[in-house]
C-alpha cells in the first residue's frame, strides 16, 4: 500500500502542508480536527497531539479548517513549497450554549472505523448519575454494545466480554483497576478528562493486549494562556481542578483532585458513641481519592514534551483501643489493646512522553511508562500487661498487585492524501504477585513466636509488540484499514508468539450513506480471576503461564451509517465473536486468601457471542443524545463445568436498550434524562434440597439435618427485567468572577425495585406447622435524590 504513495510521487510533484490545530483560548491541542482541499476534496484529521500533514499538487489551495463548535477557518494561497500553518480556532460566535463538540457528523460517514464511539466530554456533566456523581464508565454503561453487569456498578462488559477483557488506558498506560467503592464509581475523574474514545471491535493494530475492547482516555493538557479551574461539592465527594500557564504559551499545567469524606463526617458520630465507655474507644471509616497531574512544555513547533500521572487508592480501616483494671483477690492486672484493620487498594501511573516532528510528513512519539495496581489486606493486634511487662503481638497481612514497565514508540507517516500509516513498537515489563499472606504471632521468649509467609512468588513476563497499519482510500468511494500486530510474550521460560491481523472497509454508497465491515483478532498476556458479580479488591490480576495459554477471540462486524433528517446520525452493526482459551473457578473453588496454587483451580474453556446494535444520535441544537438498543447472546462451555454443556455467561443479555436526552432550556437552565432497560441476569439456582446421608450435625448444642442442593445447571435462572429512569437540572448563573451552577437529580425516579441478588428463603405458615421455599430477591437502590454545587472560575 506505501507503493501506491510512492508511486503517486513520482508521477507528480507534491508540496506537504502541515501543522498543528489548537484551541485558540488555552492552546489545546484539538483533536479530529477536519483539514481538506476545497477544490480536489483531498482531506485529512489532526492526530491525538492535533497534528496534521496533507500533500497537495502545486497551484492554488484553498484549505478549510472545521471543528464542531468552533469558527471555520479558510486559508487561500499559492502552493509552491512545503508549507507550515499552525491553525488556532475560536468557539464559533453562534449560541455557544447549543453547540455540542463531538466531532463531525460527515466522519462517520467517511472513516473507514467501526463500532468505535466518540464520547462527548460534556454528558458527563449533563446526564444524570446515581448520588450525582458525574462517571466516565456509567455513560459508556449506556452505549449499545455495553452492558453494565449489577446495578449501581462501573463495571462493562462488552460484546460478550468478561470485566478483565477490557484496555482501560489513561493517556496511553493501561490502568488495571478502574473502579473505587467496590465497584460503584469509576477512577476516572471527569474533571480532568479530554477526550474518551471507545472502541467495541474493528479494531486499528495499534491497539491490543485485550479482546473485548479499548477505553482510550486522554487528560487535559492545561490552559497555556490563562488559569482556569473547577470546585464542587456533592454528597459523595468534593473535587477541584486547577489549570493554566507557568510560562504562557510554552509551559503549562493542569491538576485535579478528588475525595470523599464519609470517614470525615462519621468522626464527631464516633466520639460521642466512645464517650459512653469509659474503657475502650473506636475510630473507622472509608474514604478513595484521585489525584491527576500533567505538565507539557514546548520547546519548539517540532518538540513538546508531557509528563502525565494518576494517583488513586481506596482505604478502609478501623482501629479499637480497650484498656482494663483486674483485681484477683491481692492481685493486680493492668491491660491494654489496640486491635487495627485495614483493607486498601489503588492505582498509580506516570508517563513521560516526547513529541517530535521529523518531517512535515512524519510525526513521532515517544513514552516511558509505569503502572501499579496493589491490594493489601491487615489485621494488627496487641496486647500489653503492664504490671508483668508482657507483651502478645498477632499479625495477619495480605497482599497482592501488579507492576509494569514499558517503552513504546509509535509514529503517523502521511505519505499521500491517499495513505495514512501508523507504525509502531513497544517493550513492557511484568511484575505479578499473585498473593502473598505474612503471619506473625509472638508472646515473647523463644518457643512462643511464630513468622511465616506463605503464598505464590512472583512471576515476571517480558512482553514485545511491533504494529502497522494503512488508512488507504483505494476510489472515492472504497477505503480500507487494513494493519497487522505481532504481539510476544515470554514467560516461566515459555515464548507465546501471535500475529493479529486486523480489516476494515468501507464503501460510501452516496453523501449520506456508508456501508462498513471489519475483521480483528486479538489476544491478551493477563486474567482476572473472580468470584463475584462486582469489582472487589481479592479479583487476581495473573498472567499467562507455561500451562495457561494467552486468551484469542476472533470478530466480525458488519454495518452502515446513515444521515437522517435534522442531525440525526443512525448507525447499525452486527457482529459475532469467538473467544478461546477463557478460564474460570473450577466448582466449589475461589478466593482462599493466599493465591497458591491458583493454576489447579481454575477450568479452561471457550466462548461466544453474536448481536446486533441500533444507534441513533443527535449531536446539534438545543436537544442532544441518542437511543440504543443491543440483541445479543454470550455462551460458554467448560468440559468440566456445567457437565461439559453450552450455559449462558452471567451477563447474557437479550435485550438492552437506553435513552439518552439533554436540552438546554436557555443559557442558565439545562436538563438531562436517562431510561434503560435490560433483560435480568443469569442466575445458578438449586431445583431440590435433601437431607444428606451423612449424620446429623450439630451447631450451639441443637441437632440439624445437613442439606444438599441440587442444581440443574449453570445460570439457569433468569431475574426479572431491569429498568429504571433517571432526571437531572443543571441551574447555572454568570457570576463576577465565573460560573456558579446548582445540580439536582433523582435516580430510580419511580422507584422500580430491581433485584440486586436472587435467593431462596423458606415461608413458614406456623397455624398449620407447614413451610415452603420461596424465592425473594435484594434490592439495592431506591428513589434515590442527590444535590451538588460547583463553580468554574
Known amino acids: 500500500m506505501l507503493v501506491g504513495g510512492i508511486s503517486e ?77 499552525n491553525f488556532n480556532l475560536s468557539l464559533s460566535s453562534t449560541e455557544i450554549e447549543e453547540v455540542t463538540i463531538v466531532g463531525n457528523i460527515q466522519s462517520k460517514l467517511e472513516t473507514t472505523q467501526m463500532s468505535m464511539i466518540d464520547i462527548p466530554i460534556e454528558k458527563f456533566a449533563k446526564v444524570p448519575m446515581l448520588l450525582g456523581e458525574a462517571d466516565v464508565l456509567k ?40 473502579s473505587h467503592l467496590f465497584g460503584f464509581f469509576s477512577v476516572f475523574n471527569p474533571d480532568a478528562v479530554k477526550s474518551v474514545q471507545l472502541y467495541k471491535g474493528g479494531f486499528p493494530a495499534r491497539y491490543g493486549e485485550r479482546l473485548s475492547s479499548v477505553i482510550d482516555i486522554r487528560m487535559k493538557e492545561g490552559n497555556a494562556k490563562e488559569v482556569h479551574g473547577n470546585f464542587s461539592v456533592g454528597i459523595i465527594s468534593s473535587k477541584l481542578s486547577v489549570e493554566g500557564p507557568i510560562v504562557k504559551d510554552k509551559t503549562s499545567f493542569m491538576i485535579s483532585a478528588r475525595r470523599t469524606y464519609a470517614d470525615i463526617l462519621a468522626r464527631p458520630f464516633i466520639a460521642m458513641a466512645n464517650k459512653q465507655d469509659e474503657n475502650g474507644s473506636t475510630a473507622g471509616g472509608y474514604y478513595f481519592y484521585d489525584l491527576n497531574t500533567k505538565l507539557n ?55 513521560l512522553r516526547w513529541n517530535y516532528l521529523l518531517s512535515n510528513r512524519l510525526f513521532s512519539n515517544t513514552t516511558l511508562t509505569y503502572s501499579k495496581y496493589n491490594f493489601e ?194 448507525t447499525i452493526e452486527g457482529f459475532y465473536k469467538t473467544m478461546d482459551n477463557l478460564i474460570e473457578y473450577k466448582e466449589g473453588a475461589g478466593f482462599s486468601g493466599t493465591g497458591t496454587g491458583w493454576e489447579s483451580k481454575v477450568e479452561k474453556g471457550k466462548g461466544w457471542a453474536y448481536g446486533g446494535e441500533i444507534l441513533i444520535e443527535k449531536t446539534l441544537g438545543k436537544t442532544t443524545g441518542w437511543i440504543g438498543y443491543t440483541l445479543s447472546w454470550t455462551n460458554r462451555q467448560f468440559e468440566n463445568l456445567n457437565f461439559g454443556k453450552v450455559f449462558p455467561a452471567k451477563y447474557d443479555r437479550r435485550h438492552d436498550i437506553s435513552l439518552v436526552l439533554t436540552h438546554q432550556i436557555n443559557k442558565n437552565i439545562d436538563i438531562g434524562t436517562t431510561w434503560v432497560y435490560g433483560t435480568g441476569n443469569a442466575y445458578t439456582l438449586g431445583v431440590m434440597k435433601y437431607p444428606s446421608l451423612n449424620f446429623p450435625g450439630t451447631y450451639n448444642n441443637y441437632y440439624y439435618t445437613p442439606q444438599i442442593t441440587e442444581y440443574e445447571s449453570k445460570n439457569n435462572y433468569r431475574a426479572p427485567a431491569y429498568h429504571r429512569f433517571d432526571f437531572g437540572v443543571n441551574f447555572n448563573k454568570q457570576k463576577k468572577h465565573g460560573i456558579r451552577t446548582w445540580s439536582y437529580s433523582i435516580y430510580n425516579i419511580y422507584n422500580r425495585k430491581n433485584p440486586f441478588y436472587i435467593f431462596w428463603d423458606t415461608e413458614y405458615d406456623f397455624k398449620n406447622d407447614t413451610s415452603k421455599p420461596v424465592l425473594k430477591q435484594f434490592s439495592l437502590f431506591p428513589i434515590i435524590p442527590s444535590i451538588s454545587y460547583s463553580f468554574k472560575f
Not at 471543528?67 to 494561497?77: K, M, P, R, V
Not at 472487589?536 to 446513515?562: F, M, R
Request: charged share 20%; hydrophobic share 35%; aromatic share 14%.
Open 377 to 570: 489486606v491487615f489485621n494488627e493486634y496487641e496486647s500489653k500487661d503492664l504490671v508483668n511487662n508482657e507483651t502478645e503481638i498477632d499479625e495477619f497481612k495480605y497482599f497482592s498487585g501488579i507492576e509494569d514497565y514499558a517503552l513504546k514508540l509509535d509514529f503517523d507517516y502521511y505519505p499521500s492524501p491517499k495513505h495514512s500509516i501508523k507504525f509502531g513498537s513497544s517493550y513492557t515489563y511484568h511484575d505479578f504477585k499473585p498473593g502473598v499472606t505474612l503471619f506473625k504471632y509472638d508472646y515473647g521468649g523463644e518457643g512462643n513466636s511464630i513468622d511465616t509467609t506463605f503464598g505464590d512468588v512472583k512471576i515476571f513476563s517480558n512482553e514485545f509488540v511491533a504494529y502497522a497499519e494503512d488508512d488507504y482510500e483505494i476510489t472515492s468511494g472504497l477505503k480500507i484499514n487494513a494493519g497487522l500486530r505481532f504481539s510476544m510474550v515470554d514467560v516461566q521460560s515459555k515464548t507465546y508468539a501471535i500475529l493479529q491481523p486486523r480489516l476494515s472497509l468501507r464503501y460510501k454508497v452516496n453523501k449520506k450513506l456508508s456501508l462498513k465491515a471489519g475483521y480483528s483478532k486479538m489476544t491478551q498476556f493477563v486474567h482476572l480471576l473472580t468470584t463475584s458479580s462486582i469489582s472487589l479488591p481479592t479479583d487476581l490480576w495473573l498472567p499467562v503461564t507455561k500451562n495457561i495459554e494467552p486468551p484469542i477471540s476472533h470478530q466480525i462486524a458488519v454495518g452502515g451509517s446513515y444521515q437522517l433528517p435534522k442531525d440525526l446520525m443512525l
Open 139 to 178: 455513560v459508556i454503561q449506556l452505549l449499545p454494545g455495553v452492558q453494565s453487569g449489577t446495578e449501581g456498578f462501573s463495571g462493562i462488559y462488552v460484546r460478550g466480554g468478561g470485566p478483565d477483557q477490557n484496555l482501560f488506558l489513561l493517556d496511553g498506560v493501561p490502568v488495571y483497576n478502574a
Open 297 to 351: 512544555h514546548k520547546f519548539s513547533d517540532k518538540s513538546r514534551l508531557y509528563f502525565s500521572t494518576y494517583l488513586g487508592k481506596d482505604e478502609a480501616y478501623s482501629k479499637d483501643k480497650y484498656s482494663a483494671d483486674y483485681y484477683y483477690g491481692t492481685e493486680h492486672t493492668k491491660y491494654e489493646s489496640t486491635d487495627k484493620t485495614g483493607l486498601g487498594w489503588g492505582n498509580f501511573i506516570s508517563a
Open 9 to 85: 510521487s513520482v508521477l507528480g510533484q507534491r508540496y506537504t502542508i502541515s501543522g498543528f490545530i489548537r484551541d485558540a483560548a488555552s492552546n489545546e491541542q484539538l483533536i479530529g480536527a477536519n483539514v481538506y482541499e476545497s477544490s480536489s476534496l483531498n482531506g485529512t484529521i489532526s492526530n491525538f497531539y492535533g497534528f496534521y500533514s496533507l500533500s497537495l499538487s502545486p497551484g492554488e489551495v484553498r484549505i478549510i479548517i472545521s471543528y464542531l463548535g468552533y469558527e471555520n477557518q479558510l486559508h487561500a494561497f499559492k502552493l509552491t513549497k512545503d508549507t507550515v500553518i
